[in-house]
């Protein structure tokens, strides 16, 4: 018999034990952190660019000397020189002057604006005809208009992709500290369960959650340590969890959680360390388990993957972002949708429903896709799940609801 918590209550356990668990912070060069959540604010030491560059192939002018020129009135302006990609400018731009700059060079000093080389004549005089008008700025990045000194770029917490690292590049960091992945085991326990490389025979049924969780905890940016199928004999059990535990930062148990004879799950958390809940109201996932062992999350969840899937992306992902240093970047989306059909609950716990958004009537809506526990194609075709509270009796055709999205 579980003595059931709610989900409320299962989350407080969750966050009151583990909310300020992490993992130890280490400084990687910035193409390794790639995935990883960074660990430090990243302030600019510098400005960005550096200079004020030219974005066009053309002249640097005074902007003030174009004002009202055109091909009939050009505005004729003596050639000062060069300047070199790469180069500083040696010689500064002073009223009717104008320099040649390529896209990316730095302009002068005293210019402040640029004109577009196809509109600009050469005398072969030394000067140059500018045929169109430029306002101040035109055509200049000025030094600072991308990042100035002091200027906080990236923020503690954030989960590092292609486009923090240009930034970083930009800014000259080379190494970066960030959090450690989290080292996850996963653990699949079942008589029935056979490798996704096998043909089933009889009632056997090849091991879906192992590589389904394993895939989720990947998805988060974890360090996966997938063990695998793992029989339902309580040493055999026992020894897998002792040995994750000693070399990793979390488990992750599916299978064996309820409380049948062969349901080996909870006897090897009880004997290995604390039961700290075995059974959440929840629909799926009522036997779901945490333990505290070493001062590591254990969790135990339902053999049927959809369920399995659902605890973990209610109670697993949550913990894991947090002991991550995500600070909540990486939650999963959420919307307010109204239902497009009614949905009846009166199971007396949170029910959890897989949905699929659709238009109907010019609105985009939400539409409950039923299915049993044991059943996982629907998994791949759904957009996200509702939850349904312990108290509600159904919700009506048109109601609102949250959805989380996948």
Same mark, same amino acid.
């Given at each position: ?13 969750? @966050? $009151? ?142 989960? &590092? ?58 998805? &988060? ?14 040493? &055999? ?5 002792? $040995? ?58 339902? +053999? ?7 605890? @973990? ?60 526990? +044991? ?32």
């Amino acid at each position: 018999m579980l003595t059931v918590k709610t989900s409320a209550e299962a989350e407080k356990i969750i @966050f $009151d034990t583990f909310g300020k668990v992490s993992v130890d912070v280490e400084e990687v060069k910035i193409l390794d952190s790639v995935g990883c959540i960074l660990a430090e604010d990243i302030i600019s030491k510098e400005d960005v660019p550096g200079f004020n560059r030219s974005t066009v192939d053309g002249f640097a002018v005074k902007a003030a000397d174009t004002f009202g020129c055109s091909d009939s009135v050009p505005a004729i302006l003596d050639f000062k020189g060069e300047v070199l990609m790469g180069e500083a400018p040696t010689f500064e731009i002073e009223k009717d002057q104008c320099a040649y700059v390529p896209t990316g060079g730095e302009l002068p000093a005293g210019a402040d604006a640029m004109v577009m080389l196809e509109f600009s004549e050469d005398y072969g005089d030394g000067t140059r005809a500018m045929l169109k008008p430029s306002a101040p700025g035109q055509y200049v990045t000025f030094k600072g208009d991308d990042v100035k000194v002091g200027q906080a770029v990236l923020k503690s917490g954030v989960r &590092l992709s292609a486009r923090h690292i240009a930034a970083l590049s930009s800014l000259g960091y080379s190494k970066v500290k960030v959090y450690k992945k989290l080292k996850v085991a996963v653990i699949s326990t079942g008589d029935e369960l056979i490798d996704v490389t096998k043909n089933p025979v009889g009632a056997q049924i090849r091991d879906i959650n192992s590589y389904e969780l394993s895939a989720a905890l990947i998805e &988060l940016g974890c360090e996966v340590y997938r063990i695998g199928i793992v029989v339902d004999e309580l040493p &055999l059990l026992e020894k897998a969890v002792k $040995d994750a535990v000693s070399s990793c930062d979390m488990v992750v148990v599916s299978g064996g959680s309820s409380v049948g004879v062969k349901d080996a799950t909870f006897k090897a958390y009880d004997m290995l360390g604390d039961v700290l809940f075995h059974g959440i109201a929840i629909k799926p996932g009522k036997p779901t388990i945490l333990a505290n062992i070493d001062g590591k999350p254990c969790f135990g969840l339902p +053999g049927h993957p959809l369920a399995a899937f659902y605890v @973990f992306s209610l109670f697993v992902k949550p913990l894991v972002l947090t002991m991550s240093g995500d600070l909540g970047k990486s939650k999963s989306l959420k919307k307010t949708l109204p239902v497009a059909l009614s949905i009846p609950s009166n199971h007396g716990r949170e029910e959890c429903m897989g949905v699929k958004l659709i238009e109907k009537d010019g609105r985009e809506m939400v539409e409950p896709v039923y299915a049993k526990s +044991g059943l996982v194609s629907n998994l791949s075709t759904i957009d996200g799940f509702i939850r349904i509270s312990r108290d509600c009796e159904g919700i009506s055709q048109g109601d609102e609801v949250e959805v989380e999205l996948f």
